[in-house]
């Protein structure tokens, strides 16, 4: 499979979509405006296919919050007891980011390589998919109406109408494929499926942990149900009261923070692949020449490697970690190759899959991106104010095309979003826990700050001084930070800060 291919499919699924009603729910009262009813049937638990430690089951849950009696879906859960009954906290639900990654997969196959023995030893970790992702009546859209994506970087405005009319008609694809679920695959439908899994779980409090985009579920859920939450640790943290403007160009200042990172590494590591030679310089080359079409996919010689498909890779596949000694031989390997004769890459062919699930695939990402984020660029010339700006705040990453790609695919799409970024309002939680690397490549660690900064009185930064996105397993210190607070609400004091530690 080419490097290119699994980057994308790593963050794109990473990381959403029905029947009757059942007896709970068609009883439930429904509240305020706003608010979840007050009951839900509980999972009826079984072995998981993939692991028989684990529990796996299902939710029949409203597709559409305000209207509890129409269509339904049901919301895939994944459960893993507490190892030591006796010491047992509560439930720990979480989400491992995305939009797109799936809850039920981190459960099952990475909670007990992620979370340490003491965490897992008090609680009962819970993973779901949120609505549209993997077992959760996922998003799928046509193979072949995805293979003709135009450029997400228009030229003129005749382009980038081209890129508003595709996404037009990827969008009801996707409907039409997906279901009614495609139209309530916003992060606040989501926090009202949260709540139900507690009521089926039968908890008046849940703790959660979520990681990057997992940490706007938080956020919703404690402006939403802050009374419900007895515990909440957050990592790199995502602010969703950011413009189009402040998002692009934020996200690229952390890309290029990061590649600033890697090179200062790499120029004092006498085990980099490029150390001794001019790090910036290489790299730079590099991109020129695949723009030129000189570079091809070691992994598949016939696809030819543009700047940006590169510069992603870098970006999702070595900066997140941080992985630089693998970057370096990633770079140095590239610069490598001998100048040949440009090639088209090669694409698949429309039409020649057969059955109708081999023509479709799942597609959570822009389902939920551009329903809760109103990004919208109306016209060419402020779009190509927003890409020069990005540009000039990250050179040598190009921007970053990962996002970038996130809000050219809104481009066309109703003004209207579900969820629409604001300013937090949370009043009835109590403390919350946000750690976030002061070099993440994704999440600019000022997105923390801000959030922070809206949140005051309710949550308690700890930052780790050092790079990657992961926080939670980056150092004893994050990790006992988490633990502590989880396990015993022990807060970090004013002012804490966990050190960088070596990596590679």
């Not at 992961?470 to 004893?476: L, N, P």
């Amino acid at each position: 499979m080419p490097l290119l291919f699994r980057a994308l499919t790593g963050v794109l699924a990473a990381g959403v979509l029905a029947g009757a009603l059942t007896p709970g729910v068609e009883a439930a009262d429904a509240g305020p405006p706003g608010r979840s009813p007050t009951t839900q049937d509980p999972i009826d638990w079984e072995p998981c296919p993939d692991d028989a430690t684990a529990e796996c089951g299902t939710l029949r849950l409203p597709v559409d919050w305000a209207r509890p009696s129409g269509e339904k879906f049901d919301l895939a859960v994944a459960r893993r007891k507490a190892a030591d009954p006796d010491r047992r906290v509560g439930v720990l639900l979480v989400n491992p980011g995305g939009p797109g990654a799936s809850g039920v997969n981190f459960a099952v196959k990475d909670a007990t390589s992620h979370f340490s023995a003491d965490i897992q030893e008090k609680f009962d970790i819970i993973g779901f998919d949120p609505r549209g992702v993997g077992r959760s009546q996922p998003v799928k859209c046509s193979k072949e109406l995805l293979d003709r994506r135009p450029s997400s970087y228009p030229r003129n405005q005749a382009e980038f109408d081209q890129l508003a009319r595709f996404n037009r008609t990827l969008r009801e694809d996707c409907r039409r494929h997906s279901g009614p679920v495609f139209d309530h695959a916003d992060t606040l439908s989501v926090v009202r499926d949260m709540d139900a899994i507690r009521r089926a779980l039968g908890e008046e409090k849940v703790n959660y942990f979520g990681h990057s985009y997992g940490t706007l579920i938080g956020e919703q859920y404690a402006e939403q149900y802050g009374d419900r939450i007895r515990a909440m640790a957050l990592t790199a943290n995502v602010d969703h009261s950011l413009d189009a403007r402040e998002f692009l160009v934020s996200s690229a200042i952390t890309a290029e923070d990061s590649f600033r990172q890697f090179v200062t590494w790499c120029e004092s590591t006498s085990s980099c692949a490029l150390h001794g030679g001019d790090v910036t310089a290489v790299w730079d080359d590099l991109l020129a020449r695949a723009d030129r079409g000189e570079i091809h996919d070691p992994e598949s010689p016939d696809q030819v490697l543009t700047a940006n498909a590169i510069a992603f890779v870098a970006f999702k596949e070595y900066l997140y970690g941080p992985d630089w000694d693998e970057l370096a031989t990633y770079v140095a390997e590239l610069s490598a190759q001998e100048p040949r004769e440009r090639r088209q890459s090669q694409q698949p062919r429309p039409g020649t899959s057969s059955g109708a699930e081999q023509q479709t695939t799942e597609e959570p990402f822009h389902a939920v991106f551009c329903q809760d984020w109103r990004f919208r660029p109306k016209n060419y010339r402020e779009f190509a104010g927003l890409t020069k700006a990005e540009l000039r705040a990250a050179p040598h990453m190009r921007g970053t095309p990962r996002i970038h790609d996130a809000v050219a695919g809104c481009v066309g799409w109703p003004d209207e979003a579900n969820n629409p970024q604001h300013r937090l309002r949370i009043t009835e939680a109590p403390k919350i826990l946000m750690l976030h690397s002061l070099h993440d490549p994704a999440n600019n660690y000022a997105w923390a700050t801000n959030v922070h900064r809206q949140t005051r009185r309710t949550t308690v930064l700890l930052p780790y001084e050092g790079a990657g996105h992961s926080v939670y397993g980056r150092s004893d210190c994050t990790r006992d930070a988490v633990d502590a607070y989880l396990t015993e609400l022990k807060l970090p004091s004013a002012g804490s800060h966990c050190p960088a530690v070596a990596k590679n």
